[in-house]
C-alpha cells in the first residue's frame, strides 16, 4: 500500500482441523541462543556467541561476503561470483535475531560498503573537464560512463550475487522487509523521542542521522532491483479457488489486511460463487502469493462491505444475467519487502483482462475502498477547534446545536472523546446529526488534502494513478470496529472507467487533478461553503 503500506499486518493463523502450524521454510529448529540458525558455519555460530563477538563477526563476515568493486578496466573481467560465500551470508543473516541485531548488520553494510566517494569525486571533476574543454563527445560519453559505474555501492554486488542463488530472491524480499521495519521504527520514534535521544546522546547526534541516511539509501538501492526483478514478465496470475492447495489458503487468509477472514467459512465463502480471487506469483517462488485481490461479482456498485463478506447460507450457482459489475475490495501485499514495487497497479490490469474473457458481459469496474487515516485526520481538527477555546469551523449553526444537544457542552470536546472511543455510534440521533458533515468532510479529506500536491490519503492515491474515478462516499459502508476507528463507518468506490483511465493516469500524474464524481464535487462544494478552515 507503503502502499500500499496500510495492508500489512501481523500473520493471523486460520487453520483447518488437519492443518499443522507451519515450519518457516529454509530454517531448521535449533533451541538456544542460535535458534534459526540453517546449517553450519563458523560465521553464523560467532554471530550468536555472546555480546562481545558480534561486531568484530559482523566485519568479518561483510569482508568476505561483500565482493569488491573491480577497476572500471577490468570490470567485464571480474571473477564470477563466490556462490558459497553468499549463502554463508545468508544463513547468518538467518541466524541473527529479528530486531536491532539485523539492523546492526545492515548499517553496517551500508555504511562500510557502499559507494566509494573518493573515486565519484574524481570522476566527477573529469565529466566537467571533459564538458569544459569541449572535448569529442566519446571522451565525455566515456567520463559519464566511468562515474556512472562508481556511483554504484559496493553492496549492489552482494545483492545482484544473493539474487543468483537458489532462495535468494526471498531472501532479500525478507532482508529488505527487516530495513523497511528498521526505518519504519525509526520514523514511529516521533521528534520527541528522537529530541529526548539526542539531547542525552549530543555527540551522536550526526552519526545518528548518518546512520538512518546509508540504510535510506539502500532501501532506495534494494527497492529498484526488485522492482526489476518482479516486473510483470516474471509474474504469473493465479486464481484461487477452494480446491487450491491448503497452504496457499493459509496464506491468503494471513495476508488479508483490509477485511480480515473470521473462519473457514468466511473463506470459502470469499473463494468460492460471486466472488473471485486472484495473485501474482513469481517464476523463482511458484506459488507464494506476492500480492492479493479479492472481487466480488455483482449487478451494481456495491455501497457496503457487510453485503460482500458477511456468512451466508450454502452457496449457489452463479447466474451469468446477475453478473454486470466487478467489485475490487480488497488487495493486499503479502511480502513487506515489496513495499513501493509496483505490483497493485499491474495485478489490477491483469484481473480486468480475466474477468472480461471469463465474463464479457460486466462493463462496469469499481472498488470499495477503505479509507484509513480519516478518523485521525478529523480529530485532529477536533484537537485544534479545543486549543482554540472551543471555535466551530466544522459545522454549521444548526448542525453544532443538534451535535451539542445531544452531546452536551462543550461539544466539540464531547465529540473528539466520542470518535476515539467509537462511543458515538451507539447513539442513532448522533450518527443521524453527523451524516451530513461527515460526508463533506470526508469528501474533502479525500479530494482536497495533499501531500506535495497528490492525494494525502493512501488509498486514494493509489487508485487515482492508475486512472480511475473518485466516484461515491459511502456511509456507514463498514460498521465493524475497524471500519468506524479508521474512517467512521465510511468507504468509498473508486470507479474504473477503462477507455478514460489512461488519461486520467496522466492527468493526475502530470497537473495533480483529480477526476471525480458529481456526488464527491458538490461535497467539496458543501465543505467549501460551510466550513471555515
Known sequence: MSRLGPFLVAPRLLRRPWVLPRRPSGVSIVTGPCAGLAGP????????????????????????????????????????????????????????????????????????????????????????????????????????????????????????????????LRFLMELRGDLVEALAARHAEGPHVRNAVNKEKRNSK???????????????????????????????????????????????SDSEAVHPVRNWIDMKRRVGSYRRCYFFAHCAIPGEPL???????????????????????PLETEDMNKITTAIFYSISLTQQGLQGVELGTHLIKRVVKELQGEFPQIKVFSSLSPIPGFTKWLIGLLTSQIKEQGRNELFTDAEYQDISEITGDPATEKLK???????????????????????????????????????????????????AVLWRINWMADTSPRGI?????????????????????????????????EQVLSLVSQFQQNSKL
Open 41 to 168: 558455519g563458523a560465521a553464523a555460530a560467532s554471530l550468536c556467541s555472546g555480546p562481545a563477538a558480534p561486531s568484530l563477526a559482523m566485519e568479518e563476515l561483510l569482508s568476505r561476503s561483500v565482493p569488491p568493486l573491480p577497476p572500471y578496466e577490468t570490470r567485464e573481467k571480474a571473477p564470477p561470483p563466490a556462490e558459497l560465500r553468499s549463502a554463508e551470508f545468508m544463513r547468518s543473516y538467518r541466524a541473527l535475531e529479528a530486531g536491532p541485531r539485523r539492523a546492526e548488520l545492515l548499517a553496517r553494510l551500508a555504511q562500510d560498503f557502499g559507494v566509494d566517494h573518493g573515486r565519484v569525486a574524481e570522476f566527477s571533476a573529469k565529466v566537467l573537464q571533459a564538458r569544459e574543454q569541449q572535448r569529442e563527445p566519446g571522451a565525455l560519453l566515456q567520463a559519464e560512463d566511468r562515474l556512472r559505474y562508481y556511483l554504484s555501492p559496493r553492496y549492489r554486488g552482494l545483492f545482484q550475487h544473493l539474487g543468483r542463488l537458489e532462495g535468494g
Open 206 to 252: 550526526p552519526k545518528i542521522n548518518v546512520y538512518f541516511q546509508h540504510l535510506d539509501e539502500m532501501n532506495g538501492m534494494l527497492r529498484s532491483m526488485l522492482s526489476e526483478w518482479f516486473s510483470t514478465g516474471f509474474l504469473s496470475l493465479e486464481r484461487v479457488t477452494w480446491q487450491s492447495p491448503c497452504e496457499v489458503l493459509q496464506k491468503i
Open 291 to 313: 500480492i492479493v485481490l479479492h472481487v466480488a461479482l455483482t449487478n451494481e456498485i456495491s455501497s457496503s462491505i457487510q453485503a460482500i463478506v458477511k456468512e451466508v447460507p
Open 417 to 467: 472523546r466520542l470518535l476515539t472511543n467509537n462511543e458515538w455510534v451507539r447513539s442513532e440521533r448522533l450518527v443521524k446529526a453527523l451524516h451530513s458533515p461527515f460526508m463533506r468532510l470526508c469528501a474533502w479529506y479525500l479530494y482536497g488534502e495533499k501531500h506535495r500536491g497528490y492525494a494525502l490519503n493512501p488509498v486514494a492515491n493509489f487508485h487515482l494513478q492508475n486512472g
Open 485 to 517: 476507528t479508521a474512517s467512521c463507518g465510511m468507504m468509498v468506490n473508486y470507479r474504473y472507467f477503462l477507455e478514460d483511465t489512461a488519461s486520467n493516469s496522466a492527468g493526475y500524474l502530470g497537473t495533480k487533478h483529480i477526476k471525480a464524481s
